[in-house]
């Protein structure tokens, strides 16, 4: 077998990966990967964290990809890895479908990156970014509606709705109606014209974001259904972690933060009362994970300096132990959708 020495160092130091993932040093040792371990990358990408679990001797990657593209990108990767990669096209809340129809029956750890890719935010084509004109697609996996279609369909109150919810757009309503009145005369297909429709709507500020920021990201977590995948990814990755297997996760804006924040107190009992359950209670399950140090982790100063982007980034890990996987809480799936009624004015 591949030792995992040779060309995989080359591709972990940048080689043939196309970047170098955000807090990949912190990730690895989160995952403390080890010889002849199985790992899954549930977010390749450009194949950064991959790369560096491969680095480490006779270890075996199983990673998926919902973009078509990152997986017809990650061959050079595989070829490198030597029968140690399986590069799968796929979401990574079906990783527990795709590690059984791989024969996998448990791993030692995984590994998430939340979130739009840089390679996805410079490819105008995509429809990501307002920096450069494009049309207004931000579909990661090419099929389904595009943003496009949402906001040349969508409500008024279910757009204001995506804003504030999804992007945290204190202007949601603004916007939404602003909308609503341009397409009237016009569809909106292009990030130049949604973008400057909300410029005009929300003038810019001094040193601040440039105003339709929060609006596209909006967007993309609806047209992706990304909060929702996080949270069914989360459990799927409960039930597939071996005892002492660590799950390892880095998220990029406040709304993924705090269901994984969420779901790692849930399920090591931190924060709650040690109290003995009231007769008839029923009993809390057994903690399925146990937090390790001092979290979150954030990337250091020349981090930051080197990829601004990493500024935001939050990295959150724990340990699976042995108990039961727990069910699904409601709490968390209520945190990835938006409400059933709109709000009210105001």
Do not use: W
Not at 120 to 135: I, K, T, V, Y
């Amino acid at each position: 077998m591949n030792s995992g020495r040779g060309d995989l160092q080359h591709v972990a130091a940048g080689g043939l990966a196309r970047h170098i993932p955000v807090l990949r040093a912190e990730v690895l040792e989160a995952l403390a990967p080890h010889p002849g371990g199985v790992y899954l990358d549930a977010t390749f990408g450009a194949g950064g964290y991959s790369a560096a679990i491969l680095a480490i001797p006779d270890t075996t990657v199983l990673a998926l990809d919902r973009d078509p593209r990152a997986i017809a990108g990650g061959f050079d990767l595989v070829e490198a890895a030597g029968g140690r990669l399986t590069l799968v096209e796929a979401r990574f809340s079906e990783l527990d479908v795709v590690a059984e129809a791989q024969g996998i029956g448990a791993f030692d750890g995984i590994v998430f990156d939340i979130g739009v890719s840089s390679m996805q935010l410079d490819e105008a084509g995509r429809g990501f970014s307002f920096r450069n004109d494009g049309p207004l697609d931000m579909r990661m996996s090419g099929r389904g509606e595009s943003a496009a279609d949402l906001v040349n369909k969508a409500d008024e109150a279910v757009l204001a709705d995506i804003f504030y919810h999804f992007g945290e757009e204190r202007a949601a309503r603004r916007i939404a109606k602003a909308i609503v009145a341009a397409r009237t005369e016009a569809p909106i297909t292009t990030t130049a014209q949604l973008a400057s429709l909300i410029a005009r709507v929300v003038p810019a500020r001094p040193g601040a974001i440039h105003p339709a920021t929060r609006s596209f990201q909006a967007l993309r977590i609806a047209v992706n259904d990304e909060l929702g995948e996080l949270v069914a990814a989360l459990s799927a990755a409960e039930h597939q972690l071996k005892p002492g297997g660590r799950l390892a996760v880095v998220t990029f804006h406040s709304l993924e933060d705090r269901i994984v924040k969420q779901f790692f107190a849930a399920r090591s009992g931190r924060g709650e009362a040690k109290s003995r359950p009231l007769p008839g209670e029923p009993k809390k399950p057994a903690p399925s994970f146990t937090l390790i140090g001092k979290q979150p982790v954030e990337a250091c100063a020349a981090e930051t300096s080197e990829n601004p982007r990493a500024r935001s980034a939050k990295l959150r890990f724990a340990a699976r132990t042995d108990a039961p996987p727990h069910s699904l809480d409601a709490a968390l799936v209520a945190l990835a959708h938006l409400p059933q009624q709109s709000r009210r004015k105001g």
